[in-house]
């Protein structure tokens, strides 16, 4: 992982989804985004490239990652977010979905199983072994 400042936009965006279908996922990229090109495709993962602001991002879901969770990974720093909190705190206010995302930047010295999780009650930091 690529070393990040608190301040600093994030090499990539990721976040989970709590039972969120990925042809839910699907809509909402479409909606999000100025385009969406379905790439590789298999049961449980989908490639996308997606266009924002005449930048393309790669795109990967991969639905139940993590238990009930699904993956949402922005492989790139030109996506509409600066860090993964902020994709979270979007992707919750549209699913209305526990949203969960790493708490820092993959820092020397950050918990690793340090996450934040959106709900219904809020943000907080969770220990979460992916």
Partial sequence: ????SPQSNHPDI?????????EQ?????????DSIENLKQSRKVKHYLITHSDQQIPVM????ASKAFSSILFESDASPWAQDI?????????FSKETRCIASG???G?????WIAI??????NIIWKT
């Fill in 1 to 4: 992982m690529t070393k990040t």
């Fill in 61 to 64: 879901v991969v639905e139940n």
């Fill in 86 to 94: 902020d994709c979270a705190r979007e992707a919750y206010q549209y």
């Fill in 106 to 108: 993959w820092n020397d």
């Fill in 110 to 114: 950050d918990e690793p199983d340090e």
């Fill in 119 to 124: 709900d219904s009650e809020g943000e907080k």
């Fill in 14 to 22: 990721e976040i989970y989804l709590k039972s969120v279908p990925i």
């Fill in 25 to 33: 996922i699907e809509t909402w990229l479409k909606q999000r985004f």
